[in-house]
């Protein structure tokens, strides 16, 4: 065989760039944004609609004819019209017949229905060969060229030679086709536009409760209690002072929860002796959202940075320091660098810096467009390896400031411990289990666990 045929079949230019009819009916926002962009990627386009009349809406290239004069010119027919009026096409069973219909619905509610509109289609026209498409692109994303965002279309259907045409019209609108297999998966499909940040529910709802919590926590201890015992109006502590403590215990403790359920993770599987077993729901409900976790800590994380970094701007730190001077200068005294109080203050800033920055490494790596440029082992080194590090980071961080706190009597305000105590309850306790982990004799098992052996196997050989 010639080598460089197929080559050549590859460079040859496509004698014909003739694109097939495709009818729409419905002429709505959806069916003339679709109609438009068809149009503009060379499809004729011709309109199935209740008035033939042509409006200035219409594109303007496009054909508007009867239901059934419409269905005639065109193998592929997008139904773009709501699901409640889909009775109306019974009586045009014979014209569709053996026709490509493409379901692009949605409905106002989950499950709102038993089946998928697209199912329902399907039954109506037993005839046609039902394909589910288009429906997680919005006309105005379609009209106005906005579509980077949603440039996937998730496609199914039962006819597979059906399916091919409607991916080959997705691609020619420069989207991407995504199979999704057969038409039972249109029920999910058609559930993805309805869902509103489903993986991220859970991480928002407990940041906001964890907040919450040590928000006031923090108002009780050092406003309150202050004004009460010591007779000192410390409110202003709410706008930035307590902010800045709230963040970076936030952003410790998320981070140490994006960690934790690998650890019950271990813990469960060494205790079964296999891993071909289900975690319970709640483990594998909260693996799922570790990415969004991750990403609520940066963004406490980075707070924490901003609130730092607008410190000498404050009032009161320059009444704080210009008091110190001018007591200095009264008792004509000059205090001693202690060098102690230096290295702790250096060591804690540096912890912090490189704490934040891998920080900022992990939240880069979980990015879809950097993700998807890395191997497995690579995806992995940066979020296990260097995540791990950046919790160690972080910890040391949060022990070189707080520290200090940890035996001082006068912390214990209402013998409540002080918030940096609580951030570390968590992270310290990821990482002590972390590094029982990684001993040999605990590793070993846990790894040949991973890789499919089992304690006792249910099905030997
Ligand atoms: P729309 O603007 O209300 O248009 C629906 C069209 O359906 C009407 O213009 C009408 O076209 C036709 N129609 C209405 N009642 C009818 C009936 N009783 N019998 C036959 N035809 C009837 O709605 P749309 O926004 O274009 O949405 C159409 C479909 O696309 C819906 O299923 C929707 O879920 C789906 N969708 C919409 C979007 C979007 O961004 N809008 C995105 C994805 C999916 P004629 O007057 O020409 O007959």
């Given at each position: 065989m010639n080598k460089n045929s197929s080559n050549t079949m590859a460079l040859a230019p496509n004698i014909s760039n003739k694109r097939e009819t495709v009818c729409i009916f419905g002429t709505g926002d959806f069916g003339r944004a679709l109609g438009h962009k068809m149009i503009q990627s060379g499809y004729p386009v011709v309109y199935g609609s209740r008035s033939t009349q042509i409006s200035n809406l219409i594109p303007k290239d496009a054909e508007v004819l009867s239901h059934a004069e419409a269905a005639q010119k065109a193998a592929i027919i997008i139904i773009a019209i709501q699901r409640q009026h889909y009775n109306f096409l019974t009586p045009l069973a014979e014209v569709l017949q053996g026709k490509v219909l493409v379901d692009i619905s949605n409905n106002l509610k989950l499950n709102q229905y038993p089946e998928s509109n697209a199912e329902y289609l399907?039954?109506?026209?037993?005839?046609?060969?039902?394909?589910?498409?288009?429906?997680?692109?919005?006309?105005?994303?379609l009209q106005s060229g906005t579509?980077?965002?949603?440039?996937?279309?998730?496609?199914?259907?039962?006819?597979?030679?059906?399916?091919?045409?409607v991916m080959n019209i997705v691609r020619a609108l420069g989207l991407t086709p995504l199979d999704k297999g057969s038409l039972l998966a249109a029920q999910e499909i058609e559930n993805y536009p309805l869902q509103l940040f489903p993986m991220w529910k859970f991480p928002i709802f407990l940041s906001l409760g964890l907040t919450a919590f040590f928000f006031l926590y923090c108002l009780a201890l050092d406003v309150i209690y202050t004004y009460i015992y010591e007779n000192n109006n410390f409110s202003f502590f709410i706008a930035i002072t307590i902010p800045n403590r709230v963040c970076p215990v936030m952003a410790l403790i998320l981070l140490a929860l994006v960690y934790l359920p690998g650890i019950f993770a271990a813990i469960i599987q060494l205790y079964r002796g296999t891993k071909y077993r289900r975690f319970p729901d709640w483990l594998d409900k909260w693996m799922l959202c570790r990415k969004q976790l991750g990403l609520v800590a940066l963004a406490f994380a980075s707070l924490h940075a901003v609130f730092t970094l607008v410190t000498p701007l404050r009032a009161f730190v320059s009444w704080r320091t210009s008091k110190g001077i001018i007591s200095q200068a009264l008792n004509n005294k000059t205090e001693p660098l202690n060098n102690t109080n230096a290295w702790l203050s250096d060591s804690y800033l540096a912890l912090g810096i490189l704490g934040y920055f891998l920080f900022v490494l992990l939240g880069i790596t979980s990015l879809p467009s950097v993700s998807n440029n890395v191997n497995w082992r690579e995806f992995r080194f940066v979020q296990s390896k260097l995540g791990y590090l950046a919790l160690i980071l972080c910890t040391a961080h949060t022990l070189v400031y707080g520290g200090k706190w940890f035996l001082s009597p006068s912390a214990y305000k209402w013998y409540l411990p002080n918030i940096y105590i609580l951030s570390l309850i968590v992270p310290c306790?990821?990482?002590?289990?972390?590094?029982?982990?990684?001993?040999?004799?605990?590793?070993?098992?846990?790894t040949?666990?991973?890789?499919?052996w089992e304690r006792n196997p249910k099905y030997s050989e």
């Open positions: 399907a039954q109506l026209l037993p005839g046609s060969k039902v394909v589910k498409a288009f429906n997680t692109v919005s006309a105005w994303a579509l980077d965002a949603s440039r996937q279309v998730f496609v199914c259907g039962d006819d597979v030679e059906a399916k091919q045409m306790a990821v990482l002590v289990v972390k590094f029982v982990l990684i001993f040999p004799c605990v590793d070993k098992p846990l040949k666990i991973r890789q499919g």
